[in-house]
């Protein structure tokens, strides 16, 4: 026997609540956070003959602020 499928129309998707849409703020904090993780990319990409004098600590730091960068936008 064919398996069936119920006929009944799909239920659309609930209405978001206004209430969690990002306000002003949060957009130009997300674009503000952008900006800054591009520059910080373009700042280590110009400086790539000297990557060998930053030790490792600053490689880390490095690292911890762009994971926050590109978080920022993705969670506002």
Do not use: K
């Not at 398996?3 to 998707?13: E, G």
């Not at 206004?18 to 700042?43: G, H, K, N, T, W």
């Amino acid at each position: 026997m064919a398996t069936m499928i119920d006929p009944a129309p799909l239920t659309p998707a609930p209405a978001r609540d206004p209430a969690f849409a990002p306000d002003l703020f949060e957009r130009l904090l997300a674009i503000a956070s952008a900006a800054l993780l591009a520059a910080m990319v373009a700042a280590v990409a110009r400086g790539h003959d000297r990557w060998a004098e930053a030790g490792p600590m600053v490689w880390l730091h490095l690292a911890t602020i762009a994971v926050a960068l590109a978080l920022t936008p993705v969670m506002l």
